[in-house]
Every structure is written in structure tokens, then in C-alpha cells.
């Protein structure tokens, strides 16, 4: 088992260019979740899917649009890169959606710089 | 005033120590609690999740006061592999999961 799997493992853009952040988990979870983490701030949930076929937004979704492509994966993509959107970015999988879903499973992360 | 916050640190202790962490959260709705541990550079991975009656995990104990709003982590005969960041992360239904900043912990020789 792999866990969760995620890439690229490091970014770096222009502002205004765009891409997409690709995750996988082969847990077979239902849930799935990305995040970001800014020094001193703790991971902030950016869009999640309760399940195959949804997603809603989290904290931070302004500038981020996701799809669940299937139950195994689930995509990050940054349409118009900003300065600001430079972070680490985590995926994150859970065998039940919600905060009362018990364990989440990190992928490795994605470090993004954005110029 | 942050929903989960943490004390930064650095905590800097000699191997064999106990070292506690505290953390305070402020929704008191707020249904479940765990501990992460994020080492330098990786991703968070669960350390253990909190119960109201309290639980330990061999080194690890960990505490929740629902009245204070708070929890705890003990950690006794600190390691060297226990060097990392200490996440408290606290679930106030739905998929909302609040993450604190993390508390850094630096074990020594």
C-alpha cells in the first residue's frame, strides 16, 4: 500500500500560470480533504469531498478549484497563481467524512513557490 | 482569538525528561480531539486520538478538561525520536477540523 500519494513534490510558478495538484490514496476512503500550511498558522482546510461524486469548500478556497475524479483521486488545480497561494500543500484522506472521522492520512506534500 | 491555539515553544529538554503540552480550543461544542506529530519537513501523522477519560499509549499519556477547554500531552522519558512539532487538532462536526499551529519539541542528548 502506498497510502496517500501525491505531485509533484515541488512547484515552482509564475504568477498567473496555472496547475493542477494531483492525489491518490488506495485505502479506499471515502473521503478526502487538501490542505495548506503557512508557518505559524497550522494546516487550513482549502476544499474537501465527503465522498465520491461531492465537494465543498473549507477555510481558504478563494483562488483553488478541486475535482474528485473518481474515489481514488482527488485534484487540486490553481487557476491564476498568486504570490500569496505560496505554501505546502498536503492531501489527505479519511475513512468517514466529517471531524468526528477518527484518522486522517497525509500525503507527502506538495511545496509550491509562486514568483 | 484562534479556535485551537498552542504554545509555539521551542521546548528544549534532556532525554529522560516529561514534558507536557497544553492546548485550548474555544468552540465548546467541539466533539473530538487527537494529537499529531509532524516531523521536520513531512507530513502530520496521528499520534493519538483523545478520550474524555483520558488515555495513554505506553510514553504518551493524553488528557481532555471539556470545562476548561483544554487538552494535554505528556510525553515521559523523552527521546531523541521525539524530537519533532506536536499538532493539536480538534473536530467540531461536519469536516470541520481545526488544526493548532503545533508546539516544537527538541529532545537532547
Known amino acids: 500500500n502506498a497510502g496517500v500519494t501525491q505531485t509533484p513534490k515541488f512547484q515552482v510558478l509564475k504568477t498567473g500560470q496555472s496547475m493542477t495538484l494531483q492525489c491518490a490514496q488506495d485505502?479506499?476512503?471515502?473521503?478526502m480533504y487538501w490542505y495548506r500550511q503557512d508557518p505559524g498558522m497550522g494546516l487550513r482546510l482549502i476544499y474537501y469531498s465527503a465522498s465520491e461524486g461531492t465537494t465543498d469548500k473549507g477555510e481558504v478556497p478563494n483562488g483553488y478549484n478541486v475535482s474528485r475524479l473518481n474515489k481514488r483521486e482527488f485534484s487540486l488545480r490553481l487557476e491564476s497563481a498568486a504570490p500569496s497561494q505560496t505554501s505546502v500543500y498536503f492531501c489527505a484522506s479519511s475513512v468517514q467524512w466529517g471531524g468526528g472521522a477518527g484518522e486522517q492520512f497525509f500525503g507527502p506534500g506538495t511545496r509550491l513557490t509562486v514568483l | 482569538r484562534k479556535e485551537v491555539e498552542q504554545d509555539p515553544g521551542p521546548f528544549n529538554v534532556p532525554e529522560g525528561a516529561t514534558v507536557a503540552f497544553n492546548c485550548t480550543y474555544s468552540?465548546?461544542?467541539?466533539?473530538?480531539f487527537f494529537w499529531y506529530r509532524q516531523d521536520c519537513r513531512k507530513e502530520p501523522k496521528l499520534l493519538m486520538s483523545v478520550y474524555s477519560s483520558g488515555n495513554e499509549d505506553g510514553r504518551f499519556t493524553a488528557q481532555l478538561n471539556r470545562a476548561s477547554q483544554y487538552i494535554s500531552l505528556l510525553i515521559r522519558d523523552s527521546k531523541l525520536s521525539d524530537s519533532a512539532t506536536y499538532l493539536c487538532?480538534?473536530?467540531?462536526?461536519?469536516?470541520?477540523?481545526?488544526f493548532g499551529a503545533g508546539t516544537r519539541l527538541f529532545v537532547k542528548a
Open positions: 468552540n465548546s461544542a467541539s466533539q473530538s
Open positions: 485505502m479506499n476512503h471515502n473521503s
Open positions: 487538532v480538534v473536530g467540531t462536526g461536519g469536516f470541520k477540523t481545526i
